[in-house]
């Protein structure tokens, strides 16, 4: 990777982990009792959490030149992010519940989130996924994704289903949301091959500060 590319990106991956930082303080702060911000916090620490097992070694790797462990740091890190964006689907639901308590939907939907997120993750527990090695078989990033994808799709229908209530805005949820799964996706199947396909993790990231941001404007209304 071109040298001007390499910070560029280590800009980008500080500022989106500085952001995710001082939102979870604003959240947290400005909860004042109310439990969905309490949770909003929470979810944005883990989603900035987690990701910095992954981007801090990249970082590392991008400005002081890779070193003996680097596989393995990037290697753990991204097991570690993929815990925890699952978590993030978790949490985004209960936001959503908390939210919109009036809105009934099937108890099979909650039940449905939790199953595909704990497949999910018991996925990437198995030594199969060779997370520390970096030549991870294409075959376990499809089965720990698929349970993924089916996570994402439920949280997208509960947002599609309460629309704009209380003029929220929250139906945006539903196109940031499955952007980040359309950037992502190709990324897991195709990165190994075609290095260049994992770019589209910026604009994914992108996504997902939309959704933090999305957040952020709800303290003000709610």
């Given at each position: 990777?071109?040298?001007?590319?390499?910070?560029?990106?280590?800009?980008?991956?500080?500022?989106?982990?500085?952001?995710?930082?001082?939102?979870?303080?604003?959240?947290?702060?400005?909860?004042?009792?109310?439990?969905?911000?309490?949770?909003?916090?929470?979810?944005?620490?883990?989603?900035?959490?987690?990701?910095?097992?992954?981007?801090?070694?990249?970082?590392?790797?991008?400005?002081?030149?890779?070193?003996?462990?680097?596989?393995?740091?990037?290697?753990?890190?991204?097991?570690?992010?993929?815990?925890?964006?699952?978590?993030?689907?978790?949490?985004?639901?209960?936001?959503?519940?908390?939210?919109?308590?009036?809105?009934?939907?099937?108890?099979?939907?909650?039940?449905?989130?939790?199953?595909?997120?704990?497949?999910?993750?018991?996925?990437?527990?198995?030594?199969?996924?060779?997370?520390?090695?970096?030549?991870?078989?294409?075959?376990?990033?499809?089965?720990?994704?698929?349970?993924?994808?089916?996570t994402g799709i439920l949280v997208i229908a509960l947002f599609a289903i309460s629309g704009n209530t209380y003029g929220y805005g929250l139906w945006k949820m539903c196109i940031a949301i499955a952007l980040s799964f359309?950037?992502?996706?190709?990324?897991?199947?195709?990165?190994?091959?075609?290095?260049?396909?994992?770019?589209l993790m910026l604009p994914k990231t992108l996504m997902y500060i939309w959704v933090i941001s999305m957040g952020l404007s709800l303290l003000a209304k709610v």
């Amino acid at each position: 990777m071109p040298k001007g590319m390499r910070y560029g990106e280590s800009a980008f991956d500080i500022a989106y982990l500085l952001f995710d930082l001082v939102a979870t303080i604003v959240f947290f702060a400005r909860a004042e009792g109310r439990t969905v911000f309490v949770l909003y916090g929470f979810l944005t620490l883990c989603l900035g959490g987690g990701d910095a097992f992954h981007l801090i070694p990249r970082v590392q790797m991008h400005l002081m030149g890779p070193d003996e462990d680097t596989t393995k740091k990037l290697g753990f890190g991204t097991a570690v992010t993929s815990v925890t964006m699952t978590v993030f689907y978790i949490l985004l639901y209960y936001i959503w519940r908390l939210l919109f308590p009036e809105i009934a939907i099937s108890p099979v939907i909650p039940a449905l989130i939790w199953i595909t997120a704990l497949v999910r993750i018991v996925l990437c527990l198995f030594p199969q996924n060779r997370w520390l090695t970096g030549d991870g078989d294409i075959r376990w990033s499809w089965y720990r994704n698929l349970p993924f994808l089916v996570t994402g799709i439920l949280v997208i229908a509960l947002f599609a289903i309460s629309g704009n209530t209380y003029g929220y805005g929250l139906w945006k949820m539903c196109i940031a949301i499955a952007l980040s799964f359309a950037f992502y996706l190709p990324v897991t199947v195709l990165a190994k091959k075609k290095p260049m396909v994992g770019a589209l993790m910026l604009p994914k990231t992108l996504m997902y500060i939309w959704v933090i941001s999305m957040g952020l404007s709800l303290l003000a209304k709610v």
